[in-house]
């Protein structure tokens, strides 16, 4: 067991990866305890799992090996990734949800987070913008891990996209163009206003409303350039029609 590891308890609930690791997933269990959340990760009849799970008092437990393809995303997409659980690894973080009291992630919780979340990056050369709620990659059917999640302080140890400060609105005629561009973000689209909620409980908590303003386009452009800047993307072949706001 590795000092990041304080438990293990394999589900049985994994099969074989089809693609390669280039994701992190986060989740909240949704349920009442840790137990409960632990017995149904493990449960074979429920068909669901992870690879690992962190408690509210810290501890690390590991389900699933990471080279094993736990099932923790479902029906999800995320930048041209159908089969995300293939290309994911999957952490589950106890707390009720909002279905039983949602609340804030405990300081413990986080501090167990960030140093097994670094770890699972260097090892698999994750970039920050593929750290992602599952509310990203299924929008229309989660909300998890939500507005009350820290993703500040992850995007201040580098794991995953700080939040832009935008100093205008950048309003739009189209809403067609602001979906194509939060899909080539990442998103899946087809039910728009829950694409856009689902941006909102990432990048800007305080409003989840799933309704297009100057403030969500702002912030989607400025993400837009500074992650594909990164990654070395050449914005000069970018033409008006990719920002048409």
């Known amino acids: 067991m590795s000092e990041l590891v304080h438990r293990e308890c394999l589900s049985p609930n994994c099969n074989e990866r089809k693609l390669p690791i280039s994701m992190v997933v986060l989740h909240y269990t949704g349920m009442r305890t840790m137990q409960e959340a632990l017995d149904r990760l493990c449960d074979p009849a429920a068909e669901v799992s ?67 979340l670094s770890s699972i990056m260097a090892r698999h050369n994750i970039d920050p913008s593929n750290v992602v709620g599952h509310s990203d990659v299924a929008p229309a059917r989660k909300q998890d891990p939500g507005e009350l999640f820290d993703w500040e302080l992850l995007a201040r140890y580098g794991l995953a996209l700080p939040t832009p400060h935008p100093r205008i609105r950048l309003l739009h005629e189209n809403p067609g163009a602001f979906y194509l561009s939060l899909e080539r973000f990442g998103y899946e689209v087809t039910d728009g206003r829950a694409a856009v909620a689902a941006f909102q ?25 500074a992650r594909d800047a990164a990654e070395g993307e050449d914005w000069k072949e970018c033409g008006d029609e990719d920002f048409p706001y």
Do not use: C
């Open 201 to 225: 409980r990432r990048f800007r908590p305080r409003i989840v409303d799933g309704e297009l303003d100057g403030e969500v386009g702002a912030l989607l452009f400025e993400l837009l350039i």
């Open 50 to 116: 992870a690879h690992y799970l962190i408690d509210e008092d810290g501890t690390v437990i590991r389900l699933v090996p990471e080279e094993k393809r736990a099932w923790h995303a479902g029906r999800s997409y995320w930048r041209g990734i159908t089969d995300v659980n293939s290309a994911s690894i999957g952490i589950e973080m106890v707390n009720p949800g909002h279905e039983f009291g949602y609340r804030p992630f405990t300081e413990a919780q986080m501090e167990s987070l960030i140093p097994l």
